[in-house]
């Protein structure tokens, strides 16, 4: 009897000191608040931005000889955003190549920009494009480029554009999106003398703007 009334006892006693020290309890639930508080730090700032996708639908000339207009849409909806008017772009009616206006980040903000085909030669691909204003929420064409058949490296935020000048003799040049500009910062020639060799003469921008040449020798072509 005296061991059954010890064990109560003790018990009551450990039952008043959590009664009266709520700070497990108290210390858990501060957790999963703080656990939850930080979950909605890191979607609430996602939900504010908006995704902006768009595509585009051209309209023709009567002769169907030229792209005269573009209307862009935001991509799902059927209400027009914007209208690209009064263009003399190149259009061939049997080939897709020119049917699908190309969107695509060309500044590295996260925001696709938008190109078309300005110009066909025999061997080079040149592009209009317009830089999309995140202020003005407008398609705003650029000339800072020279775009011709281009490559975009989102990684290095970089892009070259290839020419070719004629059969042995072709130009990069790469192209950095700098202070809200598209500078080039390297250009390379080369002028092939043979399969296996070619002259490069390289050009690179320096801090005060300048290009500079900076490598002219004969290149080894590796297998």
Known sequence: MTKIMTFCSALFLLLML???????????????????????????PALGIEALDFEGKISTDEGQMSIVKIDIYKKGTTDI??????????????????????????????????????????????????????????????????????TIDADKKEIMSFERGSAASYLETTYAYQDGK?????????????????QSIVQERQADGTMKEVRNELVEVKD
């Open 182 to 198: 598209f500078v080039a910062i390297r250009i390379e020639n080369k002028e092939y003398e043979s399969e296996k060799q070619y």
């Open 18 to 44: 959590v009664a009266c020290n709520p700070s497990v309890s108290e210390n858990k639930t501060t957790e999963e608040e703080n656990q939850a508080d930080t979950t909605r730090m890191e979607v609430e």
């Open 81 to 150: 955003f914007q209208s690209l008017t009064d263009l003399e772009l190149p259009y061939e009616a049997d080939n897709s190549f020119f049917d699908n206006p190309t969107f695509e980040d060309l500044n590295f903000d996260g925001i696709p920009d938008l190109r078309m085909p300005e110009s066909l030669g025999n061997a080079n691909v040149y592009y209009a494009y317009w830089i999309y204003n995140p202020a003005t929420k407008k398609f705003e064409k650029n000339t800072e480029m020279t775009l011709s058949l281009p």
